[in-house]
């Protein structure tokens, strides 16, 4: 009997459950809601700069080891762009100082004896700091376990923290900025490589992913939106998306969609409630040759600067503060930082393009932490997936992976039970 298994959501999260359960020789039904894959996570040509874009840029780690076990299965290994070894770029607007922060391979940090390779102005003393994030308690905000001025906190916490937890850096968990230094810095230079999509998101995380599960029969499904569940004691009985009930059967159901449409579905499931936006401005331009393929702004409005070879583009997090402002000042203010950092002409602005994800990932402060859900629901047949399940990281795309695992996981043990 083949066992089949209902995805309801193709971002990252149904995606890897979907991978994961095809490999096993389950059915997998995925419904999307949206006109194509990815979510959160995605691309699209973008008319106003005649070319492919992200959504938004997003980087990973090499020691984002669920991100490699899913490129690997896809056949999208290799199509992550990086350097050999560690090495971080930053540049203060307000000083015009440059550097570059650079751990070394191993897992002995021999860098931190090294001033030419640890922040500027932070002692080896300071450094060590951070290790106090990685034995946080649940309740510990990032404010509470680190000192919060100082180079240090200037020009490294604050700006890998806000990047990581999509926060004012304070405010954050200190348990999930330890999560992701625990799974990169504290495991040496070669955990810690920043890696990112080249071209696109959708030529590494997407495209591979619908291939590689249409060769093994999944049947993925575009606009089709999940309007409700109907449940029969412990089980879900079926699934409607507009057009009433269709039963479910002995099929298992992974829910993979974003937290406030899963609160909106499942009675009684608390959810992380509140979220933080992302803004990226994308500009059609070729970077200067030999521009760092990302840099680390400290002092203006642009936070991270990402020169792919046919655009630049921009990432500002925890930018609930911008979603509101005119979107042409915005790009002018924004251009004006990328211009110094990357040494071009600051009046030329290029045609520009500015994405304003509002409920870009949920607020990684430890009460929003504290909402998330298992991926094991109280109905036998159904399992949750998400970057806001209890993954134990902020949301990212490891967590989104990782939960999909956890999920088919679940899914495997209930399908055709
Ligand atoms: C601008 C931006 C920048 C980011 N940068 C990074 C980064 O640098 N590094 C990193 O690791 N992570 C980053 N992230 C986070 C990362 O994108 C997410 O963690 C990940 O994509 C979440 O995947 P998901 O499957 O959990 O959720 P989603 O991607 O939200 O997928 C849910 C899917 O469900 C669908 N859906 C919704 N409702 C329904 C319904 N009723 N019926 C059917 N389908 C439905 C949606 O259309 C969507 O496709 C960033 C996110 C954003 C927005």
């Given amino acids: 009997m083949t066992r089949t298994v209902r995805i309801v959501g193709a971002g990252l999260s149904g995606l890897s459950a979907a991978v994961e359960l095809a490999a096993d020789g389950y059915r997998v039904e995925i419904d999307e809601a949206a006109a194509g894959a990815g979510g959160r996570c995605r691309s699209y040509h973008d008319p106003q700069l005649g070319r492919v874009i992200d959504n938004g840029n997003h980087l990973v780690l090499s020691g984002n080891t669920a991100v490699a076990a899913y490129l690997d299965r896809i056949g999208a290994q290799g199509r992550l762009a990086g350097p050999d070894h560690a090495e971080f770029d930053f540049h203060d607007l307000r000083t015009a100082k440059r550097w570059q922060v650079a751990p070394n391979d191993g897992r002995v940090p021999?860098?931190?004896?090294?001033?030419?390779?640890?922040?500027?102005?932070?002692?080896?003393?300071?450094?060590?700091?951070?290790?106090r994030l990685i034995s946080a308690g649940p309740e510990q905000r990032v404010g509470d376990v680190v000192k919060t001025e100082g180079p240090l906190w200037e020009r490294l916490i604050e700006p890998v923290v806000v990047a990581a937890l999509n926060v004012p850096a304070k405010e954050g968990s200190a348990r999930l900025a330890g999560a992701v230094i625990a799974q990169s810095l504290a495991r040496g230079g070669r955990a810690s490589r920043p890696l990112i999509a080249d071209p696109t998101l959708d030529a590494a995380f997407v495209a591979p992913a619908l291939?590689?599960?249409?060769?093994?029969?999944?049947?993925?499904?575009?606009g089709r939106r999940l309007r409700a569940i109907t449940f029969e004691s412990d089980r879900v009985a079926?699934?409607?998306?507009?057009?009433?009930?269709?039963?479910?059967?002995?099929?298992?159901?992974?829910?993979?969609?974003?937290?406030?449409?899963?609160?909106?579905?499942?009675?009684?499931?608390?959810a992380p409630d509140r979220h933080s936006a992302i803004v990226?401005?994308?500009?059609?331009?070729?970077?200067?040759?030999?521009?760092?393929?990302?840099?680390?702004?400290?002092?203006?409005?642009?936070?991270?600067?990402?020169?792919?070879?046919?655009?630049v583009s921009v990432t500002i997090s925890a930018a609930d503060r911008l979603v509101d402002e005119d979107r042409e000042s915005l790009a002018r203010r924004i251009w004006a930082d990328v211009a110094r950092t990357l040494d071009m002409p600051p009046d030329a602005l290029p045609r520009w393009q500015i994405v304003k994800e509002k409920r870009a990932t949920f607020a990684a402060t430890p009460e929003q932490d504290a909402r998330r859900p298992s991926a094991k629901t109280r109905w036998k047949n159904l399992a949750l997936a998400g970057d806001w399940t209890q993954t134990g990281l902020p949301a990212t795309i490891e967590g989104a992976i990782r939960s999909g695992v956890a999920a088919a996981r679940l899914a495997k043990a209930s399908a055709g039970a």
């Fill in 110 to 131: 021999w860098w931190l004896l090294s001033p030419a390779r640890r922040t500027p102005g932070a002692s080896l003393r300071d450094h060590l700091a951070l290790g």
């Fill in 211 to 222: 291939a590689h599960l249409a060769a093994r029969g999944a049947d993925v499904r575009f």
């Fill in 238 to 270: 079926g699934l409607d998306f507009g057009a009433g009930e269709e039963p479910v059967g002995d099929a298992a159901v992974v829910l993979a969609v974003p937290p406030w449409i899963a609160a909106e579905l499942l009675p009684g499931l608390i």
């Fill in 280 to 311: 990226n401005a994308h500009f059609a331009v070729d970077p200067p040759k030999g521009a760092r393929r990302m840099t680390g702004l400290i002092g203006g409005t642009a936070e991270w600067v990402f020169a792919f070879d046919d655009r």
